[in-house]
């Protein structure tokens, strides 16, 4: 996904200098992001209401903070750096997106009453997508690991 964003960009003539001020602005709305989930663990720790959604949310923060740092790395740098930053940002994009949605459907699970099967089934739904993005994460690796990948160059 990421590499056919980068040939419609490479397609579209689009600068350098263009990509690294769209960076900026995403990076922006990330960094955004991120404050306003440190502020939402901070509060659910205060009010001493941790639960595993918050833990699927810590999990999600970390790798949205590799993430940016992977994407800042990539454009704003030259190799090895920018190496790095492709890497981070390969193998951070998916975890972000699972792991809201894990922190989301444990939400859920906690507002349902424990012995609804609405409940139970929701949990199903969670280790569904937990296998999911186990899945998704063994075939990237097994990609980018493989023989795939060494004639790509950066």
């Known amino acids: 996904m990421f590499l056919a964003a ?3 960009m490479v397609d579209l003539d689009v600068s350098l200098d263009v990509i690294r001020k769209a960076s900026v602005g995403t990076a922006v709305l990330e960094v955004i992001g991120l404050l306003l989930a440190v502020f939402r663990l901070w509060f659910r720790f205060r009010i001493r209401r941790l639960w595993w959604e918050d833990a699927w949310a810590f999990a999600a923060f970390v790798f949205a903070t590799n993430y940016l740092t992977g994407n800042w790395l990539y454009v704003h740098y ?3 750096a920018s190496t790095v930053g492709y890497w981070l940002t ?3 994009s998916n975890p972000v997106i ?3 949605r894990h922190s989301t459907l444990f939400s859920v699970a ?3 009453y424990p012995s609804l099967t609405l409940r139970r089934m929701v949990l199903g739904i969670a280790l569904m997508f937990f296998l999911l993005f186990v ?3 063994v075939e ?3 990609y980018f690991c493989g023989s795939g990948w060494h004639g790509f160059v950066l």
Do not use: E
């Open 6 to 8: 980068l040939h419609i």
């Open 78 to 80: 030259g190799k090895p």
């Open 90 to 92: 390969i193998l951070s």
């Open 98 to 100: 699972w792991l809201v």
């Open 110 to 112: 906690r507002i349902i």
């Open 135 to 137: 899945s998704f994460m």
């Open 140 to 142: 990237k690796l097994w």
